[in-house]
């Protein structure tokens, strides 16, 4: 079992920054990849961004591409997500995910989640 625990959301207007962090415990000796995904009111979970075990790949969703930035610290057990140039479309739920292997896009592929952190962007 591998828990997931979510910090640094919050408020922030647009054009802001947060950095989101994701602490992994438990058994975190096999080679996880982690995602981000997120969930605004009203709507389905949508995939954000994953990192690769090794952090050599990472792919973004078109929406943030470019503004947002996942990396990883496999010392600390710790996967990043700095978000930048912030939008109130922004504004969700962010879920940390993880899965053993390669790393996936669809959220039904991962085992185990975060209990979300939320994230508001004001106009």
């Known amino acids: 079992q591998v828990q997931l625990v979510e910090s640094g959301g919050g408020l922030v207007q647009a054009g802001g920054s947060l950095r989101l962090s994701c602490a992994a415990s438990g058994r975190t000796d096999s080679s996880y990849a982690m995602a981000w995904f997120r969930q605004a009111p009203g709507k389905e979970r949508e995939f954000v961004t994953v990192?690769?075990?090794?952090?050599?790949?990472?792919y973004y969703a078109d929406s943030v591409k470019g503004r947002f930035t996942i990396s990883r610290d496999n010392t600390k057990n710790t996967v990043y997500l700095q978000m930048n140039s912030l939008k109130p479309e922004d504004t969700a739920v962010y879920y940390c995910a993880a899965r053993a292997g390669y790393y996936s896009t669809r959220d039904e592929t991962y085992d185990y989640w975060g209990q979300g952190t939320q994230v508001t962007v004001s106009s």
């Open positions: 990192i690769s075990w090794s952090g050599a790949r990472t």
